[in-house]
């Protein structure tokens, strides 16, 4: 798991958000905000099953999940994400990158 010293270029370039939204980029993060207590063991499973490297809040409520990967995925591993993410039931996207130009978006609906 990623701690705050570890953060990629990516992540510390986008990791403003706008008001109403929070990215937290540890679990660590997540367990000390209050406002997320029934979300918590949601964003604890995606981060354990997909090694996400940081998730989104909406109003408290996760919507996209993010990972970054060092090269570009091939067909099996999107496929394989995409279970994975539509497994997971909570969140809206997933967004998988190894760059700010390679970047897959994978939509829960």
Same mark, same amino acid.
């Given at each position: 798991?990623?701690?705050?010293a570890e953060l990629s270029e990516l992540i510390k #370039?986008? &990791? !403003?958000?706008?008001?109403?939204?929070?990215?937290y980029d540890s679990l660590d993060?997540?367990?000390?905000?209050?406002?997320?207590?029934?979300?918590?063991?949601?964003?604890?499973? #995606?981060w &354990? !099953?997909?090694n996400i490297d940081g998730v989104l809040c909406l109003d408290c409520r996760p919507i996209l999940y993010f990972k970054e990967f060092s090269s570009?995925?091939?067909?099996?591993?999107?496929?394989?994400?995409?279970?994975r993410f539509w497994n997971q039931g909570c969140g809206k996207y997933f967004c998988a990158c190894r760059s700010e130009s390679c970047i897959y978006l994978f939509r829960l609906d």
């Open positions: 798991m990623k701690t705050k #370039a986008h &990791k !403003e958000t706008p008001p109403g939204m929070m990215f993060s997540v367990h000390k905000d209050i406002n997320l207590l029934g979300y918590v063991s949601v964003i604890e499973r #995606a &354990k !099953e997909l570009p995925l091939s067909l099996r591993q999107r496929l394989y994400f995409q279970k």
